[in-house]
T-cell receptor, first 117, second 115 residues
Framework: DADVTQTPRNRITKTGKRIMLECSQT?????MYWYRQDPGLGLRLIYY???????NKGEISDGYSVSRQAQAKFSLSLESAIPNQTALYFC????????????????FGPGTRLTVT | GENVEQHPSTLSVQEGDSAVIKCTYS??????FPWYKQELGKRPQLIID?????GEKKDQRIAVTLNKTAKHFSLHITETQPEDSAVYFC??????????????FGKGTSLLVTP
C-alpha cells in the first residue's frame, strides 16, 4: 500500500546538536508538510512544500529548516536543538488542489518522537 | 496567523449518547474543513471533510455541518461507542501567497465514551 514513512521513529539528542528528520512517501503526492504536536496545542504547521521547487514557512518555522530533495522526500532539520523542541513530529502529504481550488485530504506519517535533553 | 478555535477541549459521554464538537475559523477564504481522529499513539486519520459549497455531509454515524456566514463548523457523532474514544481535530484551509492552501488545525478535543 502507498504510504508515508518517517525516520527515525524515536530520537533523543542533546541541546545544541543538529538533527534531521526524514519523510518519504509512495503516494505520488506533490504536497508535503511538517507539523509538530504538543499536548494541548494540537498540530502546528512548521513548513510545507507544494512541489520540489516550492518551500513555504508555516506558523512556527523559527529554529527549523527543510529540504525537498525529490517529490517523494521532505526533510526537517533542527540546526541547533533546544529542549522546547521536544515534541512529536508528523510529516503529511496531499494531492495538489483541484480545479475548483479545493484542498484534498492530508495523509500523515507515523510520527517521530524527539526528545532534546 | 489565522486561527481555528475548537471546543470543548475534553468531552465525556455515555455509550449511545451523541457527541458534538464545534470549531470556528477566521479566514473567509477557507474552503475546505476536514476532521481528523487520532487514537492514542497513532497518527491522525481523516474521518470526514466538507467543502464550502455544501452545508452538511453525513457518513453513517458521523456528520459535519458548516455555516459559512458565521464561520463555524461542527462534528456530530451519534450512537457513540467506546471505540470512538480518541482526540478529534478540526482544520480549515488557509491560503498562502502562492495561491495554494495549507491547513490550520484546532487544538483538539479529547472524547471519552464510557460504557
Amino acid at each position: 500500500d502507498a504510504d508515508v514513512t518517517q525516520t527515525p521513529r524515536n530520537r533523543i539528542t542533546k541541546t545544541g546538536k543538529r538533527i534531521m528528520l526524514e519523510c518519504s512517501q509512495t503516494k505520488g503526492h506533490d504536497r508535503m508538510y511538517w507539523y509538530r504536536q504538543d499536548p494541548g496545542l494540537g498540530l502546528r504547521l512548521i513548513y510545507y512544500s507544494f512541489d520540489v521547487k516550492d518551500i513555504n514557512k508555516g506558523e512556527i518555522s523559527d529554529g527549523y529548516s527543510v529540504s525537498r530533495q525529490a517529490q517523494a522526500k521532505f526533510s526537517l532539520s533542527l540546526e541547533s536543538a533546544i529542549p522546547n523542541q521536544t515534541a512529536l513530529y508528523f510529516c503529511a502529504t496531499s494531492k495538489g488542489q483541484g480545479l475548483a481550488g479545493y484542498s484534498y485530504e492530508q495523509y500523515f506519517g507515523p510520527g517521530t518522537r524527539l526528545t532534546v535533553t | 496567523g489565522e486561527n481555528v478555535e475548537q471546543h470543548p477541549s475534553t468531552l465525556s459521554v455515555q455509550e449511545g449518547d451523541s457527541a458534538v464538537i464545534k470549531c470556528t475559523y477566521s479566514d473567509s477564504a477557507s474552503n475546505y474543513f476536514p476532521w481528523y481522529k487520532q487514537e492514542l499513539g497513532k497518527r491522525p486519520q481523516l474521518i470526514i471533510d466538507i467543502r464550502s459549497n455544501v452545508g452538511e455531509k453525513k457518513d453513517q454515524r458521523i456528520a459535519v455541518t458548516l455555516n459559512k456566514t458565521a464561520k463555524h463548523f461542527s462534528l456530530h457523532i451519534t450512537e457513540t461507542q467506546p471505540e470512538d474514544s480518541a482526540v478529534y481535530f478540526c482544520a480549515a484551509s488557509i491560503r498562502n501567497s502562492n495561491s495554494g492552501y495549507a491547513l490550520n488545525f484546532g487544538k483538539g478535543t479529547s472524547l471519552l465514551v464510557t460504557p
